[in-house]
C-alpha cells in the first residue's frame, strides 16, 4: 500500500478513528491488525517472511535475557543476515560469478533464477537487530509478549521505509494511553502535507527526467548529466524525507513520536555534517552497532579510517545490491577519511581563531560539500557500473555550447519533461528550500511555523495544499525509491 494512494488515505483515517474509539487495552491489537494488513495489501504471502523474522528475534532475545548470551544472539543474528543475503543479495553474487566465469572464457554452472525482494526488508530486519543487541548489552530488557513485539516491529508509519526506530523510545509509546489531542492530530496532518508536497511536486515529477537520462546516458552530454545528478539529488530527498514526514505525521496523529530522520542534508558544511542530518536513523545504527563495535575512533588513525570505509561499504551495500551502491558508499568513506586528515588538530579547532576562519569559510565549504554529494549521487543512481563510468568521463561535454540557445532550448527538451514542468520542479525545490533555511533555528518547518500567527500558517499550508492539487503527480502512482531496499 502506497503512502501517495486514496488506499492509503481511507486505511489511515479508519485506524485513526477507530484507535481513538477503541478503550485503551485493545488500541494496541488494533494497531498490529492494522500493520500485518497494511503489508499485506503488497504481497500477502511475504507476512510469513516477517513473522518468522519476528519469532526469530523474540525468542533469542527472551533466551540472552535469560543468560544465554551469545549463544542465543549469533545465531539469531546470523538468521537476520542470511534472510537479508538470500532476498536482497543471492543473486548479486550469482550475476557476478556469472561475470567473473564469462570473463575467463568458462560456462557458469547455475542457471539465471529470479527471488522477489521483500518490502522494507532492510528496515524491519535492522531494527530488530538493534534490538536484539540492545538486549543483549542490558540496555533493555526483552518483551514477554510476542505480539506486542510484533507491533514493535511492524508499526506500519515506519515498517517499510523507516525510520528505524530503537526499543527505548518507540516500544513504550506503542502502549501508553494516548487522548485525543487536537494538537497532535493537527502537528501530525502538517508534516504529512509536507511530506506529499516532497513527494508528488518534487520527486515524483523530477522522476521522469532522471530516469529518462540515467535509462540512456549514451544519448545525453554533460549538461544533462549534470542536471539530472542535481534532480536527482531532490529526487530522492524529496522522496525519502517525504516518506519519513509522512510516517512521523501518521504516528503523530497516534499520539506517538517518531525520531526525526532528516535535518537539513543540504544545508551542510562538510560531508561529516552530511551524514548527522540524512537519514539519520540508519547512520546513528551503523555508529552504534557497527562502526564502534570495530574499534570506532579510539584506536590508531589507520585503524579508524579502515573502521569508517568498512561501515561505508557495508552502508553503501545495504542501500542496494550492485556495484554502484559499493562504490556510492567507498566515495562517502573516503570523503570523511580525507576531512579528518584535514580537520585532525583538536586543539586548533578550539581556538576563537579557528571559529572565525570555520564561519568565514562557511559559504565555500557548502559549495564543496553539495558538489560533492551530488558527484556520488550518480553512482548510486546509475544503472551499472559500466553507466556510471560512462557519465563521470562525459561529465563535462557540451559546456562549450552552453552559450548556444539553440542547442540549450533543444538539451533542456530532450530531458523527458517540458521546459514548464521542469520550471515546476525548480520553484517547488527551491521554495522548499527557502523555508528549511530560513527554519533554521527550530527543529523544523512546521516547528517555526506553529510560532507564528494563525494567519501565516494558515497561508502558508494554503499554499502547499494547493500547489500539491494543482501540481503533483498523481497518474501511475510512484513507489517510493526505498520500499524495496
Not at 508534516?191 to 530516469?211: Q, W
Not at 579508524?304 to 567507498?330: E, I, K, M, Q
Not at 494563525?454 to 498523481?474: E, T
Request: glycine share 6%.
Amino acid at each position: 500500500m502506497l503512502f501517495n494512494s486514496l488506499h492509503f488515505l481511507i486505511f489511515f483515517l479508519a485506524v485513526a478513528v477507530i484507535y481513538y474509539i477503541l478503550p485503551h487495552k485493545a488500541r494496541w491489537v488494533m494497531l498490529l491488525a492494522a500493520s500485518y494488513y497494511f503489508y499485506m495489501c503488497w504481497k500477502p504471502e511475504l507476512i510469513i517472511l516477517i513473522v518468522f523474522s519476528t519469532l526469530v528475534n523474540y525468542t533469542a532475545a527472551l533466551m540472552i535475557d535469560r543468560g544465554a548470551g551469545k549463544k542465543a544472539l549469533i545465531p539469531a543474528l546470523i538468521t537476520d543476515i542470511g534472510l537479508l543475503f538470500i532476498f536482497k543479495y543471492l543473486m548479486f553474487v550469482s550475476e557476478s560469478f556469472r561475470w567473473l566465469y564469462t570473463l575467463l572464457g568458462r560456462e557458469y554452472p547455475i542457471g539465471e533464477f529470479s527471488i522477489v525482494l521483500p518490502m522494507g526488508i532492510s528496515f524491519y530486519t535492522f531494527q530488530g537487530m538493534g534490538y536484539l543487541i540492545d538486549v543483549y548489552r542490558k540496555e533493555y530488557a526483552a518483551e514477554k509478549n510476542f505480539f506486542k513485539f510484533s507491533l514493535f516491529i511492524t508499526f506500519f508509519p515506519q515498517l517499510v521505509a523507516g525510520p528505524i526506530e530503537r526499543a527505548d523510545r518507540l516500544m513504550k509509546q506503542l502502549f501508553e494511553k494516548h487522548g485525543f489531542d487536537t494538537d497532535n492530530i493537527s502537528m501530525g496532518l502538517k508534516y504529512m502535507l509536507i511530506g506529499f508536497f516532497k513527494k508528488v511536486v518534487i520527486a515524483d515529477r523530477a522522476a521522469v527526467l532522471v530516469d529518462t537520462v540515467f535509462n540512456s546516458p549514451q544519448d545525453f552530454n554533460g549538461i544533462a548529466f549534470v542536471i539530472a545528478a542535481v534532480f536527482f539529488a531532490f529526487q530522492i530527498y524529496g522522496d525519502f524525507s517525504g516518506y519519513s514526514d509522512i510516517a512521523k505525521g501518521c504516528a503523530k496523529v497516534l499520539g506517538i513520536d517518531l525520531m526525526q530522520n532528516f535535518n537539513r542534508p543540504y544545508f551542510a558544511s562538510s560531508v561529516r555534517d552530511f551524514w548527522k542530518r540524512w537519514h539519520i536513523s540508519l547512520s546513528t545504527w551503523f555508529k552504534d552497532y557497527l562502526y564502534i563495535p570495530l574499534g570506532g575512533s579510539r584506536c590508531s588513525k589507520l585503524r579508524r579510517d579502515f573502521n569508517l570505509l568498512t561501515t561505508f561499504c557495508v552502508s553503501g551495500l545495504w542501500h542496494g545490491a550492485n556495484w554502484t551502491f559499493l562504490l556510492w558508499g567507498f566515495l562517502h568513506g573516503i570523503y570523511q577519511v580525507i576531512e579528518n586528515t584535514l580537520f585532525r588538530f583538536k586543539k586548533f579547532e578550539e581556538t576563537t581563531v579557528r571559529r572565525l576562519l570555520l564561519a568565514a569559510t562557511l559559504p565555500f565549504r557548502w559549495i564543496i560539500t553539495i558538489v560533492l554529494v551530488i558527484l556520488t549521487w550518480i553512482p548510486f543512481r546509475a544503472n551499472s557500473i559500466s553507466d556510471c563510468f560512462y557519465i563521470f568521463r562525459n561529465l563535462t561535454t557540451g559546456f562549450d555550447r552552453i552559450y548556444d540557445m539553440q542547442f540549450m532550448y533543444e538539451t533542456l527538451n530532450s530531458l523527458g519533461l517540458g521546459l514548464f514542468e521542469i520550471m515546476i520542479v525548480a520553484a517547488a525545490i527551491a521554495f522548499l528550500m527557502f523555508f528549511e533555511l530560513i527554519s533554521f533555528a527550530f527543529e523544523d518547518i512546521n516547528v517555526m511555523m506553529n510560532k507564528l500567527p494563525f494567519v501565516f500558517r494558515f497561508a502558508f499550508y494554503y499554499v502547499v495544499a494547493g500547489v500539491i492539487l494543482a501540481c503533483g503527480v498523481f497518474s501511475g502512482l510512484g513507489e517510493f525509491i526505498y520500499f524495496q531496499f
